[in-house]
């Protein structure tokens, strides 16, 4: 089979996608623990899906071609997809990647700075959902990721929001750095994206950001595991109604524990 037969073939078994590698795995800052948490039932993950969905409006329809970028366990795809998108994804992590569920979409061992033929342009939006703050040079990653797009395509991008909250659980989890709003816009426009709205979103979260930063202090084992999951099912429930009560509100908070941004690849 040819490389372009291999690219565009879509096989599944069960509901297991077939990954197809075309670069090879490579070491990554995600800790892996972080997958064994974060699945599509905890509230941070539905918490940024209805971040994102308040942004819809700003992005092509559901008959486009959508590429997540560094998509992980694929929860982010598989949300997209419930809306009737068709998601293809790819990501270095292959320990991640053998965690997707099916889908529409294909699945990819992929290094974006490889550049194939056969995926560079193809695409009317791309997706970095909480991916580029684990890169050192943001700017020349989010340039090369501006390749896959068609002329005037569409980014859309997930970050956590304010160094202030920078604890020993972003370290852990393998984050470089927090943005602003004034920063992610310096980061679209020098990679070539005019931003069409960058906001906050789980701005009911900074105060238990900043519990979790004083806890993390004193914590020696089981980082990820304590800065990511509620502790029992009554602060489980507690955040999920600060989640229903801030998502439902015409209005995106001025402040915020992340940041969700869209853009459109400048000419």
Avoid at 39 to 58: P, S, Y
Avoid at 74 to 79: A, K, P, S
Avoid at 102 to 111: D, I
């Amino acid at each position: 089979m040819s490389m372009p037969d291999l690219l565009y073939s879509s096989y599944f078994h069960g509901s297991m996608p077939i990954i197809e590698h075309i670069s090879p795995s490579s070491p990554v800052s995600m800790h892996e623990d972080w997958y064994d948490f974060a699945d599509a039932q905890h509230f941070w993950m539905q918490w940024r899906f209805e971040a994102v969905k308040k942004h819809l409006h700003l992005m092509p329809d559901t008959t486009s071609k959508v590429l997540e970028i560094g998509c992980g366990h694929g929860v982010m795809r598989e949300q997209m997809e419930s809306l009737g998108y068709v998601v293809d994804a790819c990501d270095l992590n292959l320990h991640a990647l053998e965690l997707i569920k099916g889908g529409q979409g294909r699945v990819m061992l992929y290094n974006i700075y490889d550049k194939h033929p056969d995926l560079a342009g193809k695409y009317d939006m791309i997706m970095l959902m909480d991916m580029v703050e684990h890169i050192e040079d943001d700017v020349d990653f989010l340039k090369t990721a501006a390749a896959y797009l068609r002329p005037g395509g569409t980014v859309v991008l997930s970050v956590p929001a304010s160094m202030l909250l920078f604890s020993k659980y972003d370290v852990e989890v393998g984050h470089i750095r927090r943005y602003t709003r004034k920063t992610m816009h310096e980061l679209m426009t020098n990679a070539g994206f005019e931003p069409t709205k960058i906001s906050y979103w789980a701005g009911s979260l900074v105060p238990v950001a900043l519990a979790r930063k004083a806890m993390m202090a004193f914590t020696k084992d089981k980082v990820i595991e304590k800065g990511l999951q509620p502790p029992n099912k009554l602060v489980d429930a507690v955040l999920r109604t600060m989640k229903n009560l801030e998502t439902a509100l015409p209005f995106h908070p001025i402040f915020g524990a992340s940041i969700v941004a869209v853009g459109q690849l400048n000419p």
